[in-house]
């Protein structure tokens, strides 16, 4: 564990669904009856899972909580975020960055010219068009996600998951190794659909916290005790 606090009780009757929540219906879910059936009754503390996930509009701070709680465990995280990188103040892409310590835990960067990055996943292109870096999703993401896996660390953070995995293979079939591992996986799902992300918010193991309907404290506090029980 990460903190020394008690893992809770999950309630009867909740296995085999998808938690896909907004805050209403999490405080629907968190009461409880003392029979396991849902409704009023006492207020279970909240409901813990192996594979936690935010979502919400653009800019909305997903990944600021996720670094805000992470930082403190960093030696027991692994996995990585991504990066966004600004041209005279503009933004010209992101990249994928390994999680290592806070020193490097910056979630964007002023850059000279989005030419000089590697491990691009998404840039502006000289033409004007966006293009995705799919080889950094095959390469730098699937060993960023082994080494995580073989050094048995606790937690591995995947921020974030969205539009090209569709095309890496690798990537996407170990993020589902991960998914399916006795392991904390702490994550952000962009807010869109398509198949690779669907598929994984349809896993009857995985909470997804929605922030544009939580209460960002809410959201805080779910995260924290997720970090706990790691």
Known sequence: ??????????????????????????????????????????????????????????????????????????GDVGGYFVQRLLCSGENHGFKMVEIANSEDYILEKETSSIHEEKDLVVYLSDNGFWECGIKTFETTGVDILERSYRSRKKIVLMDELGRAEEYAPRFRQMVETLLNAQIFVLGVLKKEANMFLDVIRERDDLLVIDLDTWDYQDAVKMVRDFLSEA
């Open 1 to 74: 564990m990460l903190k020394n606090k008690e893992s809770p009780d999950q309630p009867r009757g909740l296995s085999g669904c998808c938690w896909l929540l907004s805050r209403k219906t999490a405080i629907s879910i968190l009461r409880y009856s003392e029979s396991g059936s849902l409704g009023n009754g006492a207020i279970m503390e909240d409901i813990m899972t192996r594979n936690l996930f935010l979502t919400g509009r653009v800019m909305c701070g997903k990944s600021t909580l996720i670094k805000q709680e992470v930082t403190p465990f960093l």
